[in-house]
């Protein structure tokens, strides 16, 4: 069973940056369609985006394009996600996991058991 581990989160200020990663262990990632997905608080787990199993296609959530990216390393079994003018509304814990390909962008499900995920709060 792949397990999944996220790091990279902390505090920043808006407009600030971070980049998160995913590594995984107990298999490969190189084979899945991933993503990056997010809880606020008081408020359900979201999509945020997703890759192709070689990088080559990603979508975005409309709240997010332009300021996220995100990539992989296949050779590193690493997902990570470029986070750039960061907000206040950004605030959530981040989490990775492994998609179908053909499930829409809002498609919460996974196919790995959740990770702990890591906490990113934007605030002055």
């Known amino acids: 069973q792949v397990q999944l581990v996220e790091s990279g989160g902390g505090l920043v200020q808006p407009g600030g940056s971070l980049r998160l990663s995913c590594a995984a262990s107990?298999?490969?990632?190189?084979?899945?369609?991933m993503g990056w997905f997010r809880q606020a608080p008081g408020k359900e787990r979201e999509v945020v985006a997703t890759i192709n199993w070689n990088g080559a296609t990603t979508s975005y959530a409309d709240s997010v394009k332009g300021r996220f990216t995100i990539s992989r390393d296949n050779a590193r079994n690493t997902v990570y996600l470029q986070m750039n003018s960061l907000r206040p509304e950004d605030t959530a814990v981040y989490f990775c996991n492994a998609r179908s390909a053909g499930w829409a962008l809002d498609d919460v499900r996974s196919l790995f058991s959740w990770g702990q995920g890591t906490l990113v709060t934007v605030s002055s």
């Open positions: 107990g298999g490969t990632l190189s084979i899945y369609f």
